[in-house]
């Protein structure tokens, strides 16, 4: 779980530099324009059209975005590109059971390209240069550490990524779009799911056999950092779980 960037590894994330692999042939004005347009043109689009048109757009170039708390997003993209590459960011803090979900995925959809997006630093070697539990002292720079610095540099790589994102998650994704611009990672955001409600995204669980983390089955309706998330209390949101206590809703990923 702690393994350092740059140790080999057959998940490990891929070193891109290439700006013209980045932008698949566009420019970053380009891909913000076309965004802005499919903003309008997709607002209503299912999962599968969404994914239909980010396949026909950018070929190669996207990559699905993946916490493992369950498969769902994974199921639907291999639909459309059965060896789709698979980010998911390996904090070293992770629950056993997400690192089980993440092997999972690799057996039931043998064609995917799992990327481990890794921090720089072990968390050994964070606890040596930042103090120990830097996660309790200053959970946004813990954040920003070991989740959006290796986030930011695996979608340099790509021209869009595709994420699990849904309206209902928290007040603070209610507007979530279909599709916007991420200004912040420099390419285009897919949201496919962003129209799902709870029972919709239940119903594609069971009806599909999809995996999913087996903390959810336990309490856990969002699952992140092991030290950093808990049961929510009855009848909270179920992001209350996350940073409980401490006004944080976010990690900084998406927003």
Known sequence: MSQRSGEPSPVAAPAVSAAAVATAGRTREELRALAESAAVELAEASAEEALAWTEQTFGDSWIVASNMQDAVLIDLAVKVRPDVDVLFLETGYHFAETIGTRDAVATVYPRVRIVNAL??????????????????????????????????????????WVTGVRRVDAPTRANTPIVQWDERNGLVKVNPIAAWSDERFNDYIHTHGVLENPLVAAGYPSIGCAPCTAKPLPGADARSGRWAGRGKTECGLHG
């Not at 040596?128 to 002292?137: C, F, K, M, S």
């Not at 930011?152 to 790589?157: E, N, P, S, V």
């Open 119 to 160: 921090p720089d630093q072990t968390v050994a070697e964070q606890d040596a240069a930042e103090g120990p539990r830097l996660h309790e002292r200053d959970p946004d720079r813990c954040c920003f550490l070991r989740k959006v610095v290796p986030l930011r540099r695996t979608l340099a790589g790509y021209a869009a």
